[in-house]
């Protein structure tokens, strides 16, 4: 019996090992979960919702506007109707959506009307965006849930909303806290955003 060219037994050792790899992807995998929330800066509520379990990834970014693709600059001027946003992948199989909703709760302040902690303006409103009824009936479900852990009484203000299109913020506004880990503390401490929530929520968080 002939042995194959070297080349061409490379190629068939090489053609076995795709074969395999591809047999170890299980069918079928389900598509991470992708969730959308408004809580002021877009810079916070990506660090915070990037350390939950059963989240993939965090991106920062604008919804709910009347401007594609807008710039940091034109939301900034609340005059494109944009939201700074987050848009959240996730494992449903390990974090349902009512629980990350409990995080979002418990980051923002609900009780602000004019936008979040030291950021005012409606680019900085809190919202839920949902993208389907069974989400609207959870995050309203999730509100009411809120309004009875608030150690400070008040009305809720933040809405639920239907999702609207999402867009990326530029590179520099990705992974702040990360890149920026000096400035970002700052801005945090400066702007009044833990101490505010531990008076909402105390230590009543997720």
Not at 85 to 107: I, Q
Request: one cysteine or more; hydrophobic letters at 35%.
């Amino acid at each position: 019996m002939k042995r194959l060219p070297n080349t061409l037994a490379r190629r068939c050792r090489a053609l076995a090992l795709l074969m395999l790899s591809l047999t170890a992807v299980p069918l079928g995998a389900a598509e991470p979960s992708v969730a959308l929330f408004a809580g002021g800066c877009f810079w916070c509520m990506e660090s915070e919702l990037e350390g939950v379990p059963g989240v993939i990834d965090v991106v920062s970014g604008y919804t709910g506007g009347h401007v594609p693709n807008p710039t940091y600059r034109q939301v900034s001027s609340g005059t494109t109707g944009h939201y700074e946003a987050v848009r959240v992948r996730y494992d449903a199989s390990r974090l349902p959506y009512e629980k990350l909703l409990e995080y979002f709760w418990s980051n923002v302040d609900p009780l602000d009307e004019q936008g979040q902690f030291c950021d005012q303006g409606t680019q900085y409103l809190a919202a839920v965006f949902v993208a389907s009824a069974t989400e609207r009936t959870l995050a309203l479900r999730s509100r009411e849930a809120a309004a009875r852990r608030l150690r400070e009484p008040g009305l809720i203000r933040t809405q639920i909303l239907d999702a609207k299109a999402f867009y990326p913020a530029e590179a520099e506004h990705q992974d702040y806290y990360r890149k920026n880990p000096l400035r970002y503390r700052l801005y945090q401490q400066g702007c009044g955003r833990d101490q505010r929530l531990e008076k909402l929520w105390g230590n009543d968080k997720p």
